[in-house]
């Protein structure tokens, strides 16, 4: 058996892939022949078999080191089993390994986007014909799993909402309870809680499944091959799953989502409440914040800490972004000022990122590993360059809302939590400015000010009159 050069981080050991090796055998058949990490949050391995002389391939799906969603790990096996069942197509569950915990699939062919800030940075992701055709049978596809009756869904464990206010909100705040028993001072979060809790659309009656992290499958070439990552799906309100589109587009290039929408729209029958919509894109950003909020402490071997701290800046600017679409507020843009150097600290943190681009690869230390370890120097270098500017006017910014000066950005946290922990709606425009500045800076910090970064990315609007020309459009088009 062979370990490719990207599957493994220092710490795991060869006793890890011995298990792997043992269970394959002894449940699948054949011999193992290569077992390779790929480039995901999680560990997600691809083990290659030889049986009687035919190669299979099968995926190890772990859980993440750290506790990053409320579900337990094999809720995903079940609900996969689920939707097989109803016609969807997904990979074929092979079972479950119990050392280490990983569910076992077959290997799907089929591409797809990672899904990683930092990665789609380096190559920009991209919409061509044959996956626009595969996005649209996605949305037939999607329209068939809303339609499972929730009674399938209930019979794997999954909570069924008692009323409007679950139906919107019983998946996000399962996320808010993890960040308030982490302990976690984040004003964004208690700010975007409350103001969604405030605004639950108290009309919406009907219980779907929700994936919870919508857009996610294969295709190759103009053809959907399967449905997958479905680690959070739930019971609740089925528009939420269209919000997803509107938060991972454009790190995962979705293309034309008002189309997409309307083909939605035409395969499920019912027409789309575009309100709701744009009330489930701020609860599906924060619920997408809370990810790599949870990772920022962390210490545990592997993960990638820039990729959590530039999607919390990211992701949570995004969230306010479409929260002041919802509520009307037009927010102002500025640019990055001149750094001001800091000699030392540059120096030190450019001698740390050579240093550790010149580790030597091994089997069990990839280039994109190295690649993870010396992204956290140049995030630095940036941050010293404008640390002092974005700190300085967050508390400027702070002072002027409070009254009172924070002595740092800490007191300022717990200074703002507290304010909107008392804050009704007359605040919300203020807060919603506040925290957007806050965010925007720190965009602006990671893109070097270069509004074509993908950090400085803004969130499509929905409520701005495209979607009823694509359904115009789609009319014309069908008739």
């Known amino acids: 058996m062979s370990t490719s050069s990207e599957t493994a981080t220092p710490a795991e050991s060869a006793d890890q892939y011995a298990r792997i090796t043992k269970w394959a055998e002894t449940n699948l058949g054949g011999r193992v022949t290569k077992i390779e990490r790929q480039r995901?949050?999680?560990?997600?391995?691809?083990?290659?078999?030889?049986?009687?002389?035919a190669t299979k391939d099968y995926?190890?799906?772990?859980?993440r080191a750290w506790a990053a969603h409320p579900y337990p790990h094999i809720h995903e096996m079940h609900l996969l089993n689920v939707l097989a069942a109803n016609d969807i197509p997904v990979p074929p569950q092979r079972g479950?390994?119990?050392?280490?915990?990983?569910?076992?699939?077959?290997?799907?062919?089929?591409?797809r986007d990672p899904?990683?800030?930092?990665?789609?940075?380096?190559?920009?992701?991209?919409?061509?014909?044959?996956?626009?055709?595969?996005?649209?049978?996605?949305?037939?596809?999607?329209?068939?799993?809303?339609?499972?009756?929730?009674?399938?869904?209930?019979?794997?464990?999954?909570?069924?909402?008692?009323?409007?206010?679950?139906?919107?909100?019983?998946?996000?705040?399962?996320f808010y309870d993890m960040q308030k028993a982490h302990g976690i001072v984040?004003?964004?979060?208690?700010?975007?809680?409350?103001?969604?809790?405030?605004?639950?659309?108290?009309?919406?009656?009907?219980?779907?499944?929700?994936?919870?992290?919508?857009?996610?499958?294969?295709?190759?070439?103009p053809d959907l091959t399967c449905v997958l990552d479905v680690e959070i799906g739930h019971l609740g309100d089925h528009l939420h799953d269209l919000a997803c589109f509107r938060g991972r587009h454009p790190v995962e290039n979705m293309g034309d989502l008002p189309a997409l929408f309307a083909h939605y729209e035409r395969a499920l029958g019912e027409p789309l409440d575009l309100r709701v919509i744009s009330y489930h894109t701020v609860a599906f950003l924060g619920v997408g914040y809370f990810g790599p909020l949870f990772a920022l402490a962390r210490t545990d071997p592997g993960g990638d800490w820039v990729e959590a701290a530039v999607q919390c800046a990211f992701i949570g600017r995004r969230c306010i972004e479409a929260l002041a679409e919802f509520i009307g507020v037009e927010l102002e843009d500025f640019d990055l000022p001149a750094p001001r150097p800091s000699p030392m600290?540059?120096?030190?943190?450019?001698?740390?990122?050579?240093?550790?681009?010149?580790?030597?690869?091994t089997d069990t230390f990839a280039g994109w590993q190295r690649g993870v370890l010396a992204s956290v120097p140049d995030y630095l270098l940036a941050q010293t360059r404008h640390r002092r500017w974005a700190e300085d006017a967050d508390l400027d910014d702070q002072e002027r809302l409070l009254g009172n000066r924070p002595r740092d950005m800490a007191d300022a946290d717990r200074q703002l939590a507290a304010f909107v922990a008392n804050a009704g709606p007359e605040h919300d425009e203020a807060l919603t400015r506040l925290l957007y500045r806050r965010f925007l800076r720190q965009c602006l910090i990671i893109s070097n000010g270069d509004v074509d970064h993908l950090a400085m990315a803004k969130v499509e609007p929905i409520l701005d009159g495209r979607m009823d020309r694509a359904r115009e459009s789609m009319a014309v088009a069908v008739q």
């Open 96 to 111: 479950f390994c119990s050392d280490p915990e990983t569910i076992v699939m077959d290997w799907v062919k089929g591409g």
């Open 59 to 63: 995926v190890f799906k772990a859980d």
């Open 115 to 174: 899904g990683l800030v930092m990665e789609a940075v380096e190559s920009a992701s991209t919409m061509t014909p044959d996956r626009w055709s595969a996005s649209l049978q996605y949305m037939e596809v999607l329209a068939a799993m809303h339609r499972i009756p929730a009674d399938q869904i209930e019979a794997i464990g999954c909570y069924r909402p008692r009323n409007a206010n679950e139906i919107a909100l019983q998946h996000y705040e399962r």
């Open 40 to 53: 995901r949050w999680r560990p997600v391995w691809r083990v290659t078999m030889d049986d009687a002389g």
């Open 186 to 221: 984040d004003p964004l979060m208690d700010f975007v809680t409350l103001w969604l809790r405030r605004n639950v659309p108290q009309h919406r009656d009907r219980i779907s499944l929700v994936t919870g992290d919508c857009g996610q499958f294969l295709s190759d070439g």
């Open 345 to 361: 600290e540059e120096m030190a943190l450019e001698k740390l990122g050579a240093d550790l681009q010149r580790l030597p690869l």
